[in-house]
């Protein structure tokens, strides 16, 4: 398609990076030289300055306001994405006498439980491996041991396809990964004592990961790591401990900015049902040509995983979809299939383009 | 100053994040919407395509032959800064039965050293305390105690405004953080197991570390950690183990680049040395009125600090000099002082513009 400035763009499903909102992309673009009238780009800033202090306060303030973040949690900008999360929630939180739970739902998960496991005693609360990761468990299927520090949960996996369509009830704080899901979903944060997420999904660019920490639980926990990989250096320095990542934070903010003027954290939620809806109605009504394995009540909102008759099908509907301008709909390569990725920047045009080409294709190629 | 484009531009004499030279800047903003006529920003791309895979080898192959590494290194890119790599390095490094050394050279080697003792037994192979951070240590001044794995530098002091004029000549392997000196000076990598450094003072913006490693130390390297913390997860997985810092990673092609074309490394290191002479120049021929602490053999190429004749001096010197253009010339708030740092990308008319300007405000301010 071609856009207002004769721009040629595309819909692109990504599960991650993933699209952005045009008009931020254009705005960052004209800001991008002289930034304000500075004579410099923000890149080229001390991250010590006033303009990009404004910057980072901005950014935490729209984090704090646009997710609903009551005031004992306070937001941290960190760098290694979700991953280095991975490694910093157990570097910090477990101990000798305590354990932690983790909830096996799929690729990301196995990925968090076995970061953790150099840092001490962890264990699964359930493994999702029997069903092949096509849902979450209910409460009551997951088993927490005594002096469980936290549960460990992937609100949302990518790779599956499978979201928690409720936040697991249990006697322990939660501590999530909702990379995948950020900003699309209220967050019941007085079950959490952290909730992280790479921003790259649903928030703007790689290369930062924003992090919701309960500062009450700060002071307990362990100080015997290297400073970047401590929550209480990094909630002392405000996130400056070391430079920041000027650019994904500045992004960040527009994005956050964006939504908000899109109407908020509710906006997105009911663009995310509706978009999602749209695309499993087209899969539902489809007289089985396309099939989504995931459990009906745990379908993600935000990658829309499917399959048709045969590979070759596959095959043919992403070289028909790329022609279409409709982009990276070609499942993870390690469960192969389709996937649509439909972030917040993912416009509903985008979404009912894909409707519409899904239902040509199979009567293009109904057998 | 006014640029072709009638862009107000600045000359920024920030220690970092630090400025980039225009055509780059230029050239990301042209690109930055519709990247080669693909319809999406390379920031909504998944970094698996192949418009990202493509930048991804080129600033790989790029950091290899402007650094002029040898084809026994391999060259990483991790998140996190080069203070991430101050708890990687003895991470991975360190065992029991090895210890390591540390060169207290200033802020940044303590900071390094500070990071390294969860992890293993590290000592103070000199402490530059005595001498306030004004030098760097002889080769014969530095003490390695046996079962010593790796002696860790800071080739280049940016708060102290020291270097390493000779890289030190020891036994055992070097690992150098050479965030501020990367690509102004050939390195000996024969003596190095590890160099690391952020980019965003030589090489581009924040958000990304450039290390090298020697190829046969990998094997070798501890591996009970969380996998985003290991080298070897990140040289088996090509710096890819999870999503990369797309922007940074393709702002460090492009500078590679520009050096590549400016002229490489003995380009950038008489470059180095030119404008740093200017600047060393102006202060040594001002009757004291300008005063340089640093031993005149260990004098920085990239950070210049000195001082004026009182305090309030410097306070107007560095309000006039904004006026003039000429901003970031604060010293770090730790020792105060004046410092321009003037690293790769700082073009000599800027040096030149500074050099003039304290003639000027001397002439002005003599008492």
């Known amino acids: 398609m071609i856009d207002s400035d004769d721009n040629h763009r595309v819909f692109n499903f990504s599960a991650g990076p993933s699209t952005l909102p045009l008009s931020v992309l254009k705005e960052t673009r004209d800001e991008f030289v002289d930034y304000k009238g500075s004579g410099m780009s923000l890149i080229e800033m001390s991250h010590r300055g006033a303009h990009f202090m404004a910057v980072h306060e901005e950014a935490k303030a729209l984090a704090k306001r646009v997710f609903r973040c009551p005031d004992d949690f306070e937001v941290l900008f960190v760098q290694g994405g979700a991953t280095l999360q991975f490694a910093m929630v157990p570097i910090n939180f477990l101990k000798s006498g305590n354990r932690a739970g983790y909830v096996i739902s799929g690729s990301w998960a196995k990925g968090a439980f076995s970061d953790a496991k150099p840092y001490g005693e962890v264990y699964s609360a359930f493994d999702g491996a029997n069903d092949n990761f096509t849902r979450m468990p ?4 997951i088993q927490i041991k005594p002096d469980t520090r936290y549960l460990h949960i992937t609100s949302n996996e990518t790779i599956g396809g499978i979201r928690f369509p409720k936040w697991p009830d249990v006697d322990v704080p939660l501590i999530a990964d909702m990379s995948s899901e950020y900003m699309s979903r209220p967050v019941p944060f007085e079950r959490f004592d952290l909730i992280y997420g790479g921003v790259q999904k649903n928030l703007g660019p790689a290369g930062l990961a924003v992090v919701f920490i309960r500062k009450s639980v700060i002071a307990g926990l362990n100080t015997d790591a290297a ?28 994005m956050l900015k964006w939504m908000e003027g899109e ?49 070759e099908l596959e095959t043919e509907f992403v070289k028909q979809a790329t022609a279409s301008d409709l982009l990276n709909l070609k499942g993870h390569r390690s469960v192969g299939g389709l996937r649509a990725s439909i972030y917040n920047a993912m416009p509903i045009e985008g979404v009912r383009a894909l409707v519409e080409f899904m239902k040509n294709f199979r009567e293009r190629h109904l057998e």
Chains 1, 2 share one sequence.
């Open 138 to 141: 209910l409460s009551e299927e």
């Open 227 to 254: 400073r970047y990989l401590r929550y209480d250096i990094q909630y002392d320095k405000d996130s400056m401990f070391n430079t920041p990542p000027v650019f994904a934070i500045y992004l960040l903010g527009k």
């Open 263 to 311: 109407g908020g954290l509710d906006a997105m939620e009911q663009a995310a049902e509706e978009k999602s809806s749209l695309l499993y109605d087209a899969i539902d009504q489809s007289d089985n040509y396309y099939n989504c394995p995931v459990d009906v009540s745990c379908r993600s909102r935000m990658n829309i995983v499917f399959r048709l008759p045969r590979e």
